[in-house]
Nanobody, 123 residues
């Protein structure tokens, strides 16, 4: 499976962006998908994840109520809608996928990673 993230850019605080992650391969619809991010000088951290049918989701406390993860299995794409953005959301955002039974917050849970897309939030 190959993952291609897009949609990053420069946005002002309190603005919105929607990230997309397009996947190749027929197994996409069976994978748990997630988003992680890595800010300059910091470790990669979990943002959100969604079950293979899209029924269950999980969010980091720092983004709850502001970010929404969703997926369209017919399009092999997972999305991250980001609202009320803050400067501290500035990071490279990575999508990841894995054939796991649980919606994990640990990066080691996921087998496949996209190349990352940069989100910059100005104050």
């Amino acid at each position: 499976v190959q993952l291609q993230a897009s949609g990053g850019g420069l946005v002002q605080a309190r603005g919105s962006l929607r990230l997309s992650c397009a996947a190749s391969g027929r197994a996409f619809s069976t994978y748990v998908m997630s988003w992680f991010r890595q800010a300059p000088g910091k470790e990669r951290e979990f943002v959100a994840a969604i079950s293979w049918r899209g029924v269950s989701t999980r969010y980091a406390d720092s983004v709850k109520g502001r970010f929404t993860i969703s997926r369209d299995n017919a399009k092999n794409t997972v999305y991250l809608q980001m609202n009320s953005l803050k400067p501290e959301d500035t990071a490279v955002y990575y999508c990841a996928g894995g054939a796991t039974a649980a919606i994990g917050m640990n990066a080691g849970t996921y087998d496949y990673w996209g190349q990352g897309t940069l989100v910059t939030v100005s104050s």
